[in-house]
């Protein structure tokens, strides 16, 4: 499988074989080498705020249950009675004392420990060592202010390793205002009959299709300025922007205006005025480069393999693979402890209006992203490449920011880093063998001033 | 306090109300959108919130700032979205989707206003995008009915949307 795998994806180039999408053997070797192996996103803490609070997530195609504990520490575990295997809970959230299974009783407590086996004496005779089944917790579960991750292999990276320089960017949201941060509302989920790579690459570095694939929806509700994009993709500013990659396989488009990321709110003025009120708390935090250009402008930010979030337009996302060629897109609304109560209804509102189930212009995607899918499983489709090759060779250091740098939000560059590390992880049989960088990193630029 | 029973509402209140419902379906289902506008009250609510699936015993407290909405509409978000439709640049809509509307399950009844009814009703909406790819939703709906001269206008609907995930990858369509 390795020599074909070295074969599929040219990064140098710019390209990918449509095997990739269609190819099932392929995809059961990421659920094993990607999701078995990378710190995968389970929850925001402010979605499991008191003890006994639980979310149901997935890591790959299995099913988990992330828990807030008596002692306000999260464990996590595979959501599955270890007696015959059933699925122990069937809720998506919630606050319980116990989990028990619907089959024959079996019943768990919040930190995984089998607390209760119907006819333990009578049926089990009192044999039954009740310490050997409990729960099966994630191997590593690990915080980032306030995002909690997963990861089933011991030998990972530290989750702070492998997040790398894109905590510069994470910060941006996560650490700008001293309140902290918040996914909001529901889960918003829908089936998406793609491959769940498409949707991290068109999120990760395309601006290119902004302008017209969303020309209707940009039509609709922009009301500032983005980089120059516009409807029917007629103009662009490439200096307004920057398509940062090079990072652990995350990746970063951000425009450096401090206000665009509101362009897409048809009434972004109590937002701007939050934004200007606090922008020297921010500037103090983060330095002027953050706190100035980054905090408030659109930046779209990725975290390998299936993590996006999107500060500005206010949207949280993860995809999770639901078997070969389909996910199940799982959306948030997002938002800083610091905002006025009517700012983040604001924005609830707003994310539910332009990215969320009917929304103007997450419902310009699917289509697309299903027809990529699809056109890869023909017979003479599955032979064929597909290219991310624009502005090849065109990237390089930017004083102040971490990462590979090309410039603009319309550029191929952050696409070809992903197919990068998504090859690199594909072909290494364990973690010793992926290999890391943070290219121009901020440790090195520091002891360049120092 | 006069909380004795409302009378029901007159046999041509019901039928003109339901004969509303019919003819907003099918004017949907037509892309006739400045029809169907016409058909709504200028104080239209139009609100589809998203839900979660619980244990009936759950104990969680609400969400801080409510559940979100996939519809949260006014006549004027109305017609943006009715805008962007007709922008010429939905591409998932060009070749139109074959769409057809059931309306069922109505249920005319009186309000304390004279002019108003409430009403339920089912809607089934049958979509049949793309390369023949169907998809079936089904919703339930409660309105409220005003009468305005001699029509019937939609003043407010609240949706039930009978999915946890939708089966869909847009939902470029009213219920």
Same mark, same amino acid.
């Given at each position: ?36 192996? +990378? ?19 997935? &890591? ?25 295997? @059933? ?63 997963? +990861? ?37 989920? &829908? ?12 999120? +990760? ?25 516009? !409807? ?11 398509? !940062? ?31 200007? $009120? ?15 250009? !980054? ?43 610091? &905002? ?11 994310? +539910? ?9 997450? @419902? ?78 901020? $440790? ?7 | ?103 069922? @399950? ?44 001699? $029509? ?24």
């Amino acid at each position: 499988m390795n020599a074909n795998i070295a074969d599929l994806v040219d990064s140098r180039t710019g390209r990918q074989s449509r095997a990739i999408y269609s190819d099932e053997a392929i995809y059961r070797q990421e659920l094993e080498r990607i999701f078995g192996r +990378c710190w995968l996103f389970l929850v925001h803490t402010s979605q499991i705020p008191g003890p006994g609070d639980y979310f149901r997530t997935f &890591m790959g195609e299995d099913d988990i249950i992330v828990i807030r504990q008596k002692d306000g520490s999260i464990k996590a575990f595979l959501n599955s009675c270890t007696h015959r295997g @059933n699925r122990i809970c069937r809720a998506d959230r919630g606050n319980a004392r116990a989990f028990t299974c619907n089959y024959h009783g079996w019943s768990f407590s919040p930190d995984g420990a089998l607390a209760g086996v119907p006819l333990e004496n009578e049926a089990y005779f009192g044999e039954l060592d009740r310490s050997k089944f409990g729960l099966v917790p994630v191997t590593k579960v690990a915080e980032y202010k306030g995002l909690i991750f997963g +990861c089933w292999d011991a030998n990972s990276p530290s989750l702070e390793d492998y997040l790398g320089d894109a905590k510069f960017f994470l910060d941006v949201w996560l650490d700008a205002m001293p309140g902290g941060s918040a996914l909001l509302g529901e889960t918003q989920k &829908m089936v998406l009959g793609t491959n769940w790579k498409l949707p991290v690459e068109n999120v +990760c570095g395309d601006g290119y299709h902004l302008g017209w694939a969303h020309a209707g929806a940009m039509s609709a509700v922009q009301t500032m300025d983005l980089t120059g994009l516009s !409807v029917g993709n007629s103009g662009v500013d490439l200096d307004g922007g920057l398509s !940062v990659a090079g990072m652990n396989g995350h990746m970063v488009l951000s425009a450096l205006d401090g206000v665009s990321g509101y362009a897409f709110y048809p009434d972004p003025k109590p937002i701007l005025e939050y934004l200007e $009120a606090n922008r020297q708390t921010v500037i103090d935090r983060l330095g002027e480069v953050r706190g100035k250009q !980054v905090w408030g402008a659109q930046v779209n930010i990725t975290i390998f393999p299936n993590l996006q979030l999107l500060p500005g337009l206010n949207w949280f996302r993860v995809y999770h693979p639901k078997g070969h060629g389909q996910i199940e897109q799982w959306t948030w609304a997002m938002a800083e402890n610091d &905002m006025p109560e009517a700012v983040k209804a604001q924005i609830l509102e707003n994310q +539910c209006l332009t990215f969320g189930l009917a929304g103007l212009f997450d @419902n310009d995607d699917g289509d697309n992203l299903t027809a990529c899918t699809e056109q890869s499983r023909g017979w003479r489709t599955a032979q064929m490449d597909v290219y991310t090759n624009m502005a090849l060779g065109r990237s390089g250091k930017r004083e102040g920011f971490p990462g590979d740098i090309a410039a603009g939000l319309v550029s191929e560059h952050n696409q070809r880093y992903f197919y990068r590390r998504w090859q690199e992880h594909m072909m290494a049989q364990n973690w010793a063998e992926v290999p890391t960088y943070n290219i121009n990193s901020l $440790a090195d630029q520091e002891a360049e001033h120092a | 306090m006069l909380d004795r029973p409302l009378s029901p509402p007159p046999v041509e209140v019901i039928v003109a109300v339901t004969q509303a419902l019919h003819r907003e379906a099918r004017l949907l289902d037509n892309e006739d959108f400045e029809g169907w506008l016409a058909m709504l009250g200028e104080d239209i609510g139009y609100l589809l919130e998203l839900k979660s699936r619980r244990f009936r015993a759950d104990r969680s407290k609400p969400l801080p700032l409510g559940p979100g909405v996939i519809f949260n509409e006014d006549l004027g978000r109305l017609r943006l979205r009715i805008d962007r439709l007709k922008s010429g640049y939905v591409w998932a809509e060009d070749p139109p989707n074959f769409i057809r509307r059931a309306v069922s @399950n109505v249920e005319v009844l009186a309000t304390r206003a004279e002019n108003e009814v409430q009403v339920h009703s089912v809607l089934v909406m049958h979509r049949n995008r793309i390369d023949g790819t169907t998809r079936l939703l089904t919703a339930g709906r409660t309105d409220l009915w005003r009468s305005e001269g001699s $029509a019937w206008l939609l003043a407010a609907r609240e949706i039930v949307l009978d999915h946890a995930v939708l089966p869909d990858s847009n939902l470029n369509a009213f219920f």
